[in-house]
């Protein structure tokens, strides 16, 4: 019976990538038929690229399917664009949802492959597209100045307690000091290096500049905005924006009962996500408003 659809699961780890080959037939029928694990370098890689093709229809096309997983998927998913493998990458609470739809009971690297594979088979997925260079260092900046922010708040929170016990050590308060000015050298750094980059581009300055330009926006969180979203490539329509932003209202009708969910929802999404996102802005950041 001829394959509709083709479709390898690939569940990534950090030192291997466990991977299930699918086929939904011409009766719509699901097919998972291949397994195998590949270690997560490039000569695994090439091995996998090479067992795929011999075991699928050369006349179809092969869709890999995979979670973010951290960083550890990336390396892979260069490969396959390197190569000109159609791919797509799922956010993994989508793929949590869906196993909770399937009668597994056991979760193992390999019944997620399988899962993935399934999902790709019944769904229609976007192509995924390598990050712009430009983004992407910008992505890698801003999210280093963010772990620098949170440790100098700890630094400095830790330097507080010390500073007000009865008889604080003055070498412990002089190395915190120390760390602090530290941290403030590398986060000026950090800024220079981001000012640098969009100095560089006068389309990304102008994206920059007209993004800054909404009250309550900063320049840095406008590079921020635009590295997260790859410039926006990553946003369809202004509802996704906003579910992406923690603004949507999830609401729950049965019956006589209505249930609105804001303020736990945006709550959750404040942790998840940056810049944070707060109630009567459209866009706050905890830093300066300029980046110099």
């Not at 996704?240 to 049965?254: C, I, M, N, P, R």
Request: charged share 35%; aromatic share 8%.
């Amino acid at each position: 019976m001829r394959a509709l659809k083709q479709v390898l699961g690939v569940d990534v780890a950090q030192k291997e990538l466990v991977v299930t080959l699918g086929r939904l037939l011409e009766d719509l029928s699901i097919e998972l038929y291949g397994h195998k694990v590949f270690r997560n370098t490039e000569k695994g890689f090439s091995s996998l690229l090479a067992w795929t093709k011999k075991f699928t229809d050369s006349d179809s096309e092969v869709r890999f399917v995979m979670e973010a997983t951290g960083v550890y998927h990336q390396k892979f998913a260069y490969f396959l664009d390197d190569n000109r493998c159609a791919l797509s990458i799922i956010l993994p609470n989508k793929i949590s949802n869906y196993i909770r739809t399937l009668e597994v009971k056991t979760i193992t690297d390999k019944s997620c492959s399988e899962a993935i594979a399934r999902f790709g088979l019944e769904r229609k997925l976007d192509n995924w597209t390598r990050p712009k260079k430009t983004y992407r260092s910008l992505q890698q900046l801003t999210r280093e100045r963010d772990q620098v922010v949170l440790e100098r708040s700890a630094v400095k929170n830790q330097l507080h307690a010390e500073s007000q016990e009865a008889e604080p050590h003055e070498r412990s308060l002089e190395r915190l000091n120390e760390r602090i000015r530290f941290l403030n050298k590398q986060e000026k750094e950090i800024k220079g290096d981001i000012e640098q980059i969009v100095n560089k581009h006068a389309e990304l300055k102008k994206e920059v500049e007209i993004i800054s330009s909404i009250p309550g926006v900063g320049e840095l969180t406008a590079v921020i905005i635009l590295a997260e979203t790859n410039g926006f490539d990553l946003i369809r329509n202004k509802k996704q924006l906003t579910s992406y932003a923690g603004f949507d209202v999830k609401e729950k009708h049965g019956g006589a009962r209505a249930i609105r969910n804001f303020g736990k929802k945006q709550a959750e999404d404040i942790k998840k996500r940056k810049p944070k996102f707060k109630k009567g802005n459209v866009f706050a950041f905890n830093g300066s408003r300029k980046m110099g």
